[in-house]
């Protein structure tokens, strides 16, 4: 009976020491995840002036991937009022389907930048998107899919992208639009203040 009682005091002490180096492996998945992204992100910005078509970085927040899509040149990005504008052109235009062929085809332009990502790239097992937000959207998007453009002309669109690993660490990243590069956090940090908002 006094064996089996130390075994389980073992096994519990293990389990004790165990729990705080797990959770630093997932913090670990966690900076990794954030360095692979900013590292694709400097690899879209120079692809992008290096070969002067439009770039842009998608995230899919459900699947917990993201890959990297080429353009044309003279692709200029979608705003919200331009997005209204299309909305009350379809509503109210005999050329909805047109409208919605030119929508398909300015999609169907970009495929996928193999020389920066080869296939979507999955964040590491127990890492994940929060929300990712951007200047087309207003609002942190927390599902579907989000999108960062690259122009040849050396901007980006500002973006700040917020993941989370199972332990519920949290690390923030902010594309700064002028020298395509990317500042890591290694917390949770709101958009205002990470971009410098009031």
């Avoid at 020491?17 to 692979?36: E, N, Y």
């Avoid at 400097?42 to 080429?70: C, F, G, P």
């Avoid at 970009?110 to 990502?117: E, M, Q, R, S």
Wanted: hydrophobic letters at 40%; a negative charge.
């Amino acid at each position: 009976m006094i064996e089996l009682l130390v075994v389980v005091a073992l096994i519990g002490m293990i389990g004790l020491f165990a729990i705080p180096s797990i959770s630093s492996v997932f913090k670990v998945s966690l900076r990794s995840a954030a360095r692979d992204l900013g590292t694709t992100i400097k690899e879209s910005y120079n692809a992008t002036v290096m070969t002067k078509r439009v770039h842009r970085l998608i995230y899919d927040i459900q699947e917990n991937t993201y890959w990297v899509e080429a353009g044309p040149t003279g692709m200029l990005m979608e705003t919200e009022e331009t997005r209204e504008r299309d909305r009350r052109l379809k509503r109210f235009s005999s050329n909805a389907e047109k409208l919605e062929e030119e929508e398909k085809k300015r999609d169907s332009a970009f495929t996928l930048a193999k020389t920066v990502t080869r296939k979507p790239v999955s964040l590491p097992r127990g890492v994940e998107f929060i929300d990712v937000s951007t200047e087309q959207s207003p609002d942190a998007i927390t599902e579907g899919r989000a999108i960062t453009h690259f122009f040849p002309h050396g901007m980006i669109e500002q973006t700040v992208i917020h993941l989370k690993d199972n332990s519920n660490h949290q690390s923030t990243l902010v594309i700064e639009p002028l020298v395509g590069r990317t500042r890591v956090i290694d917390s949770f940090v709101s958009k205002e203040e990470a971009l410098g908002q009031p």
